[in-house]
């Protein structure tokens, strides 16, 4: 079975690394219900912990992204050194302009100048959190926008984001990056400030090189192409950063490749032919929230998700593809790339895993480990941290 993964499929796949976010831990829900689940952390320490537990189990998940004001803590450098202590790194820091009233009009677009200082001022605490947390990059999603036309004046809206995005990007360091996320809609319905990938490159050219674009795989209009996106971006050198996770409808924040495996891995051939797996340049994060299933076992099954749609993808066979579309011979490319799709790579990553000294099953390995039936124990009492806690 191993035969199927080459030596150098296996020394890249030694090489995936998948961000996890410190969110997906915490409870969350719909607008509807948010289900509280026993043994829920409840500080970013017990989120980091649990975080943990999918590296151990994967060897895939070596860094927790942070989400600020809701991971915030009085030492920074504590909550690093006991991730260090826990197997894991600090990741990405998203900033967080959705939740307070002032923002109701806008953050970094705000017609008020006090109003986007105090966002800009958000921002570059989110800095001053990175050089504790030793993250590279400040992610940028911003929830601003209109619900009815005539409501607000799209293009000034734009003038001011640059302006703000650029008082932001100076206060970088040279190792600092910044990644600006887009999405289509929500919270706001008719306009969203920067709604799709050229509105983001479009801001993030104008800033610099440490300036890129975040393509949440949840973001887009059903039917989008989004592997073509995630080409033309790595074509531009812009590509700075992935959330995954699947949708059916909205952005559902579902486990990464269960809606759509044939996404996932039509995305992945794009990565791996644009040269941006492994890349360091190229964040792998998980962007979810799980509602109703258990949340450690659902990011360790995401991040497997990753890791067999990239095997699948290493898998084409780039030289047969080569020879039929060089031949303009449709059915041949299209079966080639089907056969990559289609072989079953499950056993050959369980003996990969073996041969590091991982459970060949890792899901089966959590439930045995008693690490739940640990912290449904202990964790009593409390305020359980949740989406937004
Ligand atoms: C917005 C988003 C963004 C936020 C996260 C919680 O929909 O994808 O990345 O930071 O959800
Ligand atoms: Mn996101
Ligand atoms: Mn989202």
């Given amino acids: 079975m191993s035969s199927q993964l080459t030596p150098e499929i296996l020394s890249t796949l030694e090489r995936q ?23 829920t952390p409840r500080d970013p320490f017990e989120k980091i912990a649990d975080a943990a537990q999918v590296h151990r ?4 998940a070596p860094a927790v992204a942070l989400h600020i004001p809701w991971d915030r803590v009085d030492d920074f450098g504590s909550l690093r050194d006991f991730a ?3 197997g894991v790194e600090l990741g990405t820091v998203n900033s967080n302009t959705f939740q307070d009233d002032d923002y109701k009009f806008g953050a970094l677009t705000h017609e008020d100048e006090r109003i986007r200082r ?3 001022d958000h921002h570059l605490e989110c800095i001053d959190v990175m050089h504790l947390t030793g993250s590279r990059d400040l992610k940028i999603w911003l929830a601003e926008g209109s619900n009815y036309p005539g409501q607000s004046d799209m293009r000034a809206r734009q003038d001011r984001l640059h302006e703000s995005l650029e008082a932001i990007y100076a206060r970088l360091s040279d190792d600092q990056r910044l990644v600006l996320e887009y999405k289509f809609f929500e919270p706001a ?6 709604p799709d990938w050229g509105t983001s490159y479009a801001q993030v050219a104008a800033l610099g090189d440490r300036a890129m674009v975040c393509l949440d795989t949840g973001h887009h ?6 592997e073509f996106i995630v080409m033309q971006l790595l ?9 995954f996770n699947s949708r059916f409808y909205a952005d559902d924040d579902l486990m990464v490749g269960a809606a759509d495996p044939f996404q996932l891995f039509r995305i992945l051939v794009e990565v791996i032919r644009g040269g941006g797996l492994g890349h360091p340049d190229v964040t792998f994060m998980l962007d979810q929230c799980h509602n109703v299933e258990a949340k450690i076992p659902g990011q360790i099954r995401s991040v497997l998700n990753v890791q067999e749609m990239t095997a699948r993808a290493l898998l084409l066979d780039g030289d047969a593809l080569a020879a039929a579309r060089a031949e303009n011979d449709v059915l041949t490319a299209n079966e080639v790339f089907m056969d990559a799709f289609y072989t079953d790579v499950r056993p050959a990553l369980a ?11 890792p899901m089966g390995a959590y439930a045995q480990s008693g690490y739940q039936q640990r912290i449904e124990a202990d964790r009593i009492g409390g305020t359980q941290a949740g989406w937004g806690a």
């Avoid at 319905?189 to 920067?194: G, K, P, Q, R, S």
């Fill in 189 to 194: 319905f008719y306009h969203t400030d920067v």
């Fill in 57 to 60: 189990h994967t060897g895939l």
């Fill in 84 to 86: 260090v202590e826990q």
């Fill in 351 to 361: 003996e990969w895993r073996e041969a590091r000294g991982l459970s060949a099953d």
């Fill in 118 to 120: 105090k966002a800009i």
């Fill in 221 to 226: 209009a059903p039917g989008t192409n989004i």
């Fill in 235 to 243: 074509r531009l050198g812009k590509l700075g950063s992935f959330d």
């Fill in 17 to 39: 690394a998948i961000e996890v976010p410190s969110w997906a831990y915490g409870n969350s829900g719909t607008r509807f219900k948010v289900f509280t689940t026993p043994g």
